[in-house]
């Protein structure tokens, strides 16, 4: 099951440019939410979110945006992650749109 997430999640973010990056997989993620929060919850050794962060669409985007510096790569990745597992966490309130400004901001002003 998780890997079958994990290639609609690569099918759905491949070739995405950074303006809509985020909201489409904060889009995907939404739409199957009870899903996702099980995969976040059950995956002590944390396997599903480590996968979704090797995904070659977003280690694109992040070698756009981290200046190949793998301190700045982490720091992105596993922010973010903390992003969207709260707001998943939180049962999505926020728009797609308003957390992928949170997280493009925080990434723009890191970047500088």
């Known amino acids: 099951m998780e890997q ?15 303006e809509t990056f985020f909201i489409q997989l904060l889009q995907f993620l939404k739409s199957n ?3 996702i929060k099980i995969f976040f919850e059950c995956n002590v050794d ?12 977003i280690n694109n985007q992040l070698e756009q945006v981290s200046q190949n510096n793998p301190y700045i790569k982490n720091y ?3 922010g973010s992650l903390a992003t ?3 707001w998943i966490d939180a049962g999505c ?10 997280i493009n901001s925080i990434v723009d002003k890191l970047v500088r």
């Open 4 to 18: 079958e997430v994990i290639q609609l999640i690569n099918e759905q973010l491949n070739d995405q440019p950074k």
């Open 33 to 35: 939410k009870e899903t």
């Open 46 to 57: 944390n396997e599903f979110p480590k996968q979704v962060l090797a995904l070659d669409s």
């Open 76 to 78: 992105i990745l596993f």
């Open 84 to 86: 969207i597992q709260q």
């Open 93 to 102: 309130i926020e728009s797609c749109e308003e957390i992928a400004n949170i």
